[in-house]
């Protein structure tokens, strides 16, 4: 099987163009092929299909093998690979489990994707939670650097208000105008160096209950990367589109 390595920020995937519908990957398998030491070697695996209306489907799986729901930086990933294959251009259009989206794709290589519309943002004293295409839990630190993000992610993934499907788990710093994000990412069960979809919670989270147009910075170990929505109430927001690169790193057979 011939499969290709990309990164967004540092969140890396596995693709697989899967256009003629013939990839059959068991939960096993997938989680093998994502191993750190037995395997290729990432976050997560998504197949690139055909789909009726749409320049592909994305199917997403996280590290531990199971189909997931919508990852921002792998969506960025896969658009690129889709220009790499001559599905698209300088625009794209997919369909994921949360829905359809589009991007952009910028001279410089940077892909601007179209999130999900947010609505029934939680907030809360010293956390936040909101739903992105996943589901985030935004807990403020004065300092993500030391902050224990595998042990209090964990604890919080898995306590029981979040049971049975779980949430991802961000550790956020407000920083002048822009936010420091560590995240520790259910299915992968770690910190991963970035997190499209978590970036995104935690800006719409730090406009708290304002409302209006926004555009924030956000610094994650892996990289940068913007987010721009508006906000026509304090708990929802629209037009969320996630910006950054995605980086072709190696092609391969395996």
């Known amino acids: 099987m011939t499969f290709y390595k990309y990164h967004g920020t540092?969140?890396?995937f596995i693709l697989?163009?899967?256009r003629a519908n013939e990839v059959i990957l068991t939960t096993e398998q997938v989680?093998?092929?994502?191993h750190r030491r037995f395997g290729i070697g990432a976050d997560g695996l998504m197949l690139l299909q055909h789909a009726d209306g749409y320049d592909f489907r994305m199917v997403y799986y996280?590290?531990?093998?199971r189909e997931s729901s919508m990852c921002g930086n792998g969506g960025r990933c896969l658009v690129a690979f889709a220009q790499s294959l001559g599905l698209v251009t300088d625009h794209a259009s997919f369909i994921a489990t949360d829905g359809p989206h589009t991007a952009t794709i910028a001279t410089d290589?940077?892909?601007?994707?179209h999130m999900k519309d947010v609505e029934g943002m939680q907030m809360n004293d010293g956390h936040t939670i909101l739903d992105t295409g996943s589901p985030h839990y935004i807990?403020?630190?004065?300092d993500a650097a030391t902050a224990d993000v595998f042990n209090e992610g964990k604890r919080i993934r898995y306590s029981d208000?979040?049971?049975?499907?779980?949430?991802?788990?961000?550790f956020v710093q407000q920083q002048g105008d822009k936010l420091i994000v560590r995240t520790y990412e259910r299915g992968v069960e770690d910190e991963t160096l970035s997190c499209g979809t978590g970036v995104t919670a935690a800006a719409i989270a730090a406009t708290c209950s304002a409302t209006g147009t926004f555009k924030t910075s956000i610094e994650t170990p892996g990289g940068q990367l913007e987010v721009s929505f508006t906000k026509n109430t304090p708990t929802s927001a629209i037009d969320v589109v996630l910006t950054g690169p995605a980086a072709f790193v190696f092609k391969g057979e395996i």
């Open 161 to 170: 208000a979040f049971k049975p499907g779980g949430t991802n788990v961000n």
């Open 31 to 34: 989680a093998a092929l994502c």
């Open 62 to 65: 996280n590290s531990d093998g």
């Open 16 to 18: 697989i163009d899967d």
């Open 10 to 12: 540092g969140n890396d």
């Open 139 to 142: 807990l403020w630190v004065k």
């Open 109 to 113: 290589g940077l892909i601007s994707l």
